[in-house]
């Protein structure tokens, strides 16, 4: 063997390192590369970092309050190789991913659109593809509800219109959950989610609300305050469904569920709520708790047929949490735009 290499390289190594300070990297980042995917009826942004080999140790940080839509990753041990050190990324899901080197690490730093937190992005690696001449790769996924919430088509809604009122607002906050998490916010972020996946699909979709505010003014009467609501439904020209969305609370946290109102005034009342009631449980996901016959206001004064939809408890500790995470009121939003596509394919 070649013992003379051997000894001139650990000569060098035994010279040279202590002169830089620091160990040489072992790894090189050789390249970046972006396409935007699609993988079960989801989008994403893919970015494939290439490395020089199998990735190591990474560490994944999350830009936190103050940066809150970056996310940087480092390379212990790492230098970059020869490729640009910026590439801007759309702005679907991310803006631009940048690398430096620090030290002995190489970090890159992706700004994203939606905040850096855990449902939005999802790291992991892939090995050499030698067909098509890849290195070793560290992938980041990154996703971006708002975007998958603005594409999707709702089948079977266009045309159609439809009165949409989020419970409680302004002086009314409605029932607060345990860290103070209040439903009218809650039901007018799941009703706006709600109209704009309608519209977005051909529907005509009238609030009650479409801000934090009373409907007929404050210090109303109740009576007067949910007329306002049902008028709005009246006046609306071809209204074909009055949709009230709520949170349900109750004094034991445990009670938990989904459940959907109505008043049989028509015969379309009851066919109403099991499609919204069915649509919310199919993307939900929570306990079904079947739908009820009541006599409230909105539902018994209004001509059309009407449903009132109580998502979960806002008292419960998992399902507030739930009704306070945008995946989960997308959710919802998709599982009553489903409900109402249903129940108008179940009138013809
Ligand atoms: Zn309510």
Not at 182 to 210: I, P, W, Y
Not at 234 to 263: Q, R
Request: hydrophobic share 40%.
């Amino acid at each position: 063997m070649k013992k003379w290499r051997f000894l001139y390289l650990a000569l060098c190594c035994f010279f040279l390192l202590p002169t830089l300070g620091m160990a040489a990297p072992v790894q090189r980042v050789v390249s970046f590369q972006s396409q935007v995917m699609e993988e079960d009826g989801q989008t994403f942004l893919r970015c494939e970092i290439g490395l020089s080999q199998a990735p190591a140790d990474y560490s994944v940080k999350e830009g936190g309050v103050l940066r809150p839509k970056r996310l940087l990753i480092d390379f212990p041990n790492t230098d970059l190789g020869d490729f640009p050190r910026e590439y801007p990324l759309g702005d679907t899901y991310a803006r631009r991913a940048a690398f430096y080197e620090a030290g002995d690490h190489a970090r890159v730093d992706v700004a994203m659109v939606a905040p850096a937190e855990e449902a939005n992005y999802r790291v992991s690696t892939l090995p050499p593809d030698k067909q098509n001449k890849l290195p070793w790769r560290l992938v980041i996924d990154i996703y971006n509800e708002e975007e998958q919430g603005a594409s999707a088509q709702i089948d079977g809604v266009r045309g159609h219109t439809i009165v949409i009122d989020p419970g409680h607002g302004g002086s009314d906050t409605g029932a607060v959950g345990v860290d103070g998490l209040r439903e009218k916010d809650v039901t007018l972020l799941v009703a706006q989610r709600v109209q704009e996946l309608l519209r977005s699909s051909g529907a005509n979709v009238v609030m009650t609300r479409e801000d934090d505010r009373d409907v007929y003014g404050p210090n109303a009467t109740d009576a007067q305050e949910l007329q306002a609501r049902v008028d709005v439904g009246e006046a609306a020209a071809k209204a074909e469904v009055f949709l009230s969305i709520h949170c349900n609370a109750f004094a034991k946290p445990a009670a938990n569920g989904t459940e959907t109102f109505y008043y049989p005034k028509t015969w379309q009342d009851m066919a109403l709520a099991q499609a919204l009631q069915d649509g919310m449980i199919d993307h939900g996901g929570r306990r079904n708790r079947g739908i009820k016959e009541a006599r409230f206001y909105v539902l018994h004064n209004s001509s059309l047929p009407a449903a009132l939809v109580e998502l979960a408890f806002i008292t419960n500790p998992t399902e507030k949490n739930l009704l306070a995470n945008e995946s989960f009121q997308q959710e919802m939003a998709l599982g009553i735009c489903e409900g109402l596509a249903n129940y108008f394919a179940a009138l013809r």
